[in-house]
């Protein structure tokens, strides 16, 4: 059996009196909503300019495929609850069912969080959600070849992961694109096991972009204020897969290296995510951190790169061959650098010592966590659009 990569939540109240009913109707106050995390990654501002006009870096004609296992047959309304909430635009939303009426509460959690927040990233991206029978290897495998012959998909996230597989290079052949389909970008979360636990799969292929996480500190007035690693994300090197070429400027373990990238994981600066369990159809505001963001996150900035390519009369971009090499050839300042080490004990309860002081420089510890960093607005999106 496959795990998602643990994830704490904080859910709302959970009680049935009129008056914790009405307190889930809107979001909890203490989780970032997507104008803040918009905006503090910079991705409020990010825009094209084609044919004469300024077109906003929303998605715009991309398609973003995620593989979650068990059907969400509530997950419709409760994005559109999550659109009402933030006044955001419902999108197109596709579910291809594999698992038929197969269900599982922690799972259409998950689904949840995957869904409303690529679309918070990339509001104008279509979506369309890959439902494995299970969440059994070889079901979620089956539903990721699934994801990857959809036409229009251009990046397909997977916020799933365990411990690495003897035969996990057999699988490596899914995350790519097939001949004649347009480019496929495949991301993962690096997990949730802390950095001892090592590298997981799938996010450990290097045909992947691999996602870790992070602590997001904001200043007094919402604007990006400094990372430091998360204490349970994980990372490390590969035990059965070799080191990739567009690492070989960064490291030389010999074996391919996990996460490539970070984003905001920590619980205590997490997200709002609106779900319903299926079982008993009740509805919660929660506050979600994890690995489990940053998969959909970055797949929504790849599709907003796609974007700007299509407008650009490029193709879109493929993972092991352009988005991969590309953003190890970009310069540090297209990302956030994350500063710390989340080594000590004093991470142990999941806060952040560093967020009571900011460190003065960045430790070579950090790198080897959170990867190349977090994405650093329109610096890092045209990079990757344009460069290589």
């Not at 068990?70 to 009402?84: C, E, G, I, N, V």
């Not at 689904?111 to 494995?132: C, M, R, T």
């Not at 690492?247 to 609106?274: E, I, L, M, W, Y």
């Not at 309860?349 to 790198?367: D, H, I, L, M, T």
């Amino acid at each position: 059996m496959f795990r998602r990569p643990r994830r704490v939540l904080r859910p709302s109240l959970d009680c049935l009196d009129e008056r914790c009913l009405l307190a889930t109707l809107a979001p909890d106050p203490s989780g970032l909503t997507p104008a803040q995390l918009g905006h503090a990654y910079g991705l409020d501002s990010v825009a094209f300019h084609a044919n004469g006009q300024t077109i906003p870096g929303n998605g715009a004609g991309q398609t973003i495929a995620i593989v979650d296992p068990f059907h969400d047959p509530l997950l419709a309304s409760d994005l559109h609850k999550f659109d009402q909430a933030f006044g955001l635009p419902d999108p197109v939303l596709n579910q291809v069912n594999l698992a038929r009426k197969k269900t599982n509460d922690g799972w259409a959690s998950e689904e949840s969080l995957d869904v409303e927040w690529a679309h918070a990233i990339a509001p104008a991206a279509a979506i369309v959600v890959v439902e494995a029978r299970s969440d059994s290897t070889a079901n979620l495998i089956a539903a990721v070849n699934v994801a990857r012959r959809l036409p229009a998909v251009s990046v397909v996230s997977m916020s799933w992961g365990g411990s690495e597989l003897h035969n996990e290079s057999t699988f490596d052949r899914t995350f790519t694109t097939l001949p004649g389909h347009i480019g496929v970008t495949f991301v993962a979360s690096s997990g949730d096991s802390g950095a001892r636990a090592g590298a997981e799969w799938p996010a450990v292929s290097p045909n992947i972009l691999s996602v870790g996480g992070t602590t997001l500190n904001l200043d007094g007035a919402g604007n990006y204020s400094y990372e430091t690693p998360w204490v349970s994300s994980s990372s490390g090197n590969s035990i059965f897969e070799a080191e990739p070429a567009f690492q070989a400027a960064t490291q030389s373990s010999g074996k391919r290296s996990t996460p490539d990238v970070s984003f905001d994981a920590n619980p205590n600066t997490g997200v709002d995510v609106f779900a319903t369990t299926p079982s008993h159809h009740q509805s919660t505001w929660q506050v979600i951190g994890g690995t489990s963001l940053g998969s959909p996150a970055w797949a929504a900035i790849i599709a907003i790169a796609d974007q700007g390519r299509a407008l650009a009369g490029l193709g879109t971009l493929d993972g092991p061959t352009q988005t991969l090499p590309t953003l190890y050839k970009l310069p540090s300042s297209d990302f956030h650098a994350i500063t710390g080490s989340n080594g000590s004990s004093r991470f142990a309860s999941g806060f952040s010592f560093f967020a009571r002081a900011k460190p003065s420089s960045v430790q070579p510890a950090a790198a080897s966590l959170t990867g190349l960093g977090s994405p650093n607005g329109s610096a890092l999106v045209y990079g990757l659009a344009f460069s290589g």
